[in-house]
Each structure stands twice: as C-alpha cells, then as structure tokens.
C-alpha cells in the first residue's frame, strides 16, 4: 500500500493489533511522521462530517487503538484510489482501505466483537439494519440536500426547501415505529443503530429547526431524552467536542448564515 499525506494525526485508546513501537524500526514515513507497517487502525476524515462521526464513535466504543488522520474528502486520484467515491470517511487497516460507514462498522464488529455493538441475533440485526438504513436514506439524504443553503454560504432552492420536508415527515412516522428509546433505540443495549441514528440526527435536527423551525426529535416519544443521554457517553464527549471546534470552524469559513445555538 502506498502511503498518504496527513495533515494531522490523534491517537486513541489501547490497541488489540499494535506491536511495540521503536523509534526508528525502518517503517515509512511520510512527513517526517513515521508508521509501523503492520499495527493498527487510522480513520481518515474530518470532524464535520456525520459519517466519520459514527465512525469514530464505533472506534472509540469498541476500545481499539486507532489514529485519526484529518483530511475532507477529495476527488484526487491519490484519493478515489483509497475511497472510491472520493468520500469521508475511510478506515485504513493493515489489509487495504475500507469506506462507506456501514462497511467499517461491521468490519469493526467482525474483528472486535465486543463490545457488542451489532446483534448477533438474526432478526434484531436486521432491525438495526433497518433503522440505520431509515435513517440513511430518508432523514440524512433529504437533510443534507439542505446543506448548501444553511452550512455552506450557498443557497436552497424553493423546490429543494419543498421537496426534503415531505420525506423528513414520513422518516419520522417510521422511526416512531421502528425505535422505542429505552433506554436505546432498539432495547436494552447500545448498538450500530443509535450510533447511525445519534450522528446523523443532530445534523438533520440543526437543519429542520433552522429551515422549517420543527424539531425531528420532537416527533418520537422519548427521542429527544435518548439524545441527551447518548451526547452524555464518554465516545460522545470525545466526537462532539471535535465536531463544535471544526464546525464554527468550516462555518466561518463557507460563510454561512447558520450559527450553532
Ligand atoms: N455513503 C457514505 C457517505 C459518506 C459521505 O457522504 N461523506 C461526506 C462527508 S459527511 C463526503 O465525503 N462528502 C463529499 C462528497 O460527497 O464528495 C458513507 O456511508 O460513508
């Protein structure tokens, strides 16, 4: 594998693949930082994004050592040759590079299997599936179609504004079937779902109190409590604290009308 530019690295928690470290045990280097071929996990992202958001939280509740690598997604060929979609975030482990958020976690699961994150239980794992593919496709796609106009200095146009409010509504209905927070979203154990869910529904709720002045967690009984008690986790802590300094951050930076509450 060759290896890539960071632009800033953090290391977290104790790893299940690393070897001892020497100074200088000849393995490569690359801005004069220098890694060890074989040991250990590095997600690579940005703090902003909701993705690399659950990721990093999958990380950090799993235990495992890995470094995060701080970098916005590109359509660079150096980069499309590690994401292939040129998206954020991707999780660079001793056997290649693996993105698309719902592959990395299971990955995780597969090779960290505790603490349990993802049911063994084949219908309970297919309901996690479900929810998290909800709230994928039907609250974050919509809400991220509204971006350009709140997070980004751009503008959303009227048939935009129109068209997310609809799938929002019936994402919600859903998720008013699907989840019963208690104390998470689908029972008594934290899983993949409440993670999904956490990350990209305090993205999607920023958004729908900002354009159409409603709350989402509003619309489930007992989701807004689920999503206090979930910021209070120690992965939370750590991913949220990242998020509100890069956030004011890439907000000032784009320009943007939004401002954090
Ligand atoms: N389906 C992808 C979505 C990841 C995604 O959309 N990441 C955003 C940042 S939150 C990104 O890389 N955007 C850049 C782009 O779409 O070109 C996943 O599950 O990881």
Redesign the pocket.
Known sequence: MRWIPIRFSIRERSSIWNRPRKADDGQPTVNNVQFPAQSHLRLHGYAV????NIARAALLEKGVEFEVITRR?SQEPEFLELSPM????FLETPRGCI????AILEFLEDVLPEPRLHPRDPFERAKVRQTINVVQMYVEVPARSLFPGVFMGGSNSEATVAAARPVLARAMRALRQLVAPGPFLLGPALTYADLFAFYCLDIAERLSRFVYGESLLAQVDGLSGWSARMAQRDSARVVLAAFDEAFSDYLAEKNAVYRPA
């Open positions: 994004s909701n993705y690399f997604a040129g998206k954020i975030p993105a698309e958020t719902v």
